[in-house]
Every structure is written in structure tokens, then in C-alpha cells.
């Protein structure tokens, strides 16, 4: 079992940044892909970003490339999402997921274990 709890998450004016945090704990993280989801009310959980397990390869969601960073430190067991010219249709609930697939994925149904979310919200 792996258990992800999320950090980060707020209100933020519109063109402003937020910092994401995921950290894993259990089994060990460093084999895990990660991925960060949203869902913002009435709509399906969206794919944003997501690396592989030595930080050497990631995706990003058409919707936040060049404005969203994802990361990890495996020392830390921790990863992360630098949002940067946030936008009020990035306000949603923000999850991180776990992969231990051969391959990196986007796909929500690809992801093993699941954090609670948190949410970010972005004002006009």
C-alpha cells in the first residue's frame, strides 16, 4: 500500500502561483510513477501532469504545458506541481496517484493508489 496526502492547495488571484506537494508514504516511492490529476465540479478527472519513476521523463495535459511544472525528490518521497499563470479554469480539486506500470501514463484508470485532493481555487 502506498498512502498520498497532498499540500499546497488555496485561493490564488488570477496570474499567481501555487505549489503543490504530494508525499508518499509506505511502500517505497522512488519505483512509483506519479501523475497529478483535477476535477473541477460536474466534470471528469482531467490529466495534468505526470513523471516517471527517476524524474527523467514527464507529460503535461495540452491545457497547463508551459505553465506547469511537475517534480520529485525520491529522497523525499515527495512530488510536485509548480502552477504558474494560474487561470480561473484551473480552479478544481488537485490529486497525485501512483503508478507502478512499466509504462508512464496519462490515463486515470493506469494509477493505483490515490491521494484525498486539494483544492485550488483562482479568482478573477
Known amino acids: 500500500q502506498v498512502q498520498l496526502v497532498e499540500s499546497g492547495g488555496g485561493e490564488v488571484q488570477a496570474g499567481g502561483s501555487l505549489r503543490l506537494s504530494c508525499a508518499a508514504s509506505?511502500?517505497?516511492?522512488?519505483?512509483?510513477?506519479m501523475g497529478w490529476f483535477r476535477q473541477a465540479p460536474g466534470q471528469e478527472r482531467e490529466f495534468v501532469a505526470a513523471i516517471n519513476w527517476s524524474g527523467g521523463k514527464t507529460y503535461y495535459g495540452d491545457s497547463v504545458k508551459g505553465r506547469f511544472t511537475i517534480s520529485r525528490d525520491n529522497a523525499k518521497n515527495t512530488v510536485y506541481l509548480q502552477m504558474n499563470s494560474l487561470t480561473p479554469e484551473d480552479t478544481a480539486v488537485y490529486y497525485c496517484?501512483?503508478?507502478?506500470?512499466?509504462?508512464?501514463?496519462?490515463?486515470?484508470?493506469?494509477?493505483?493508489?490515490w491521494g484525498q485532493g486539494t483544492q485550488v481555487t483562482v479568482a478573477s
Open positions: 509506505g511502500r517505497t516511492f522512488s519505483p512509483y510513477h
Open positions: 496517484a501512483a503508478d507502478l506500470s512499466s509504462l508512464l501514463s496519462t490515463s486515470v484508470d493506469k494509477y493505483d493508489y
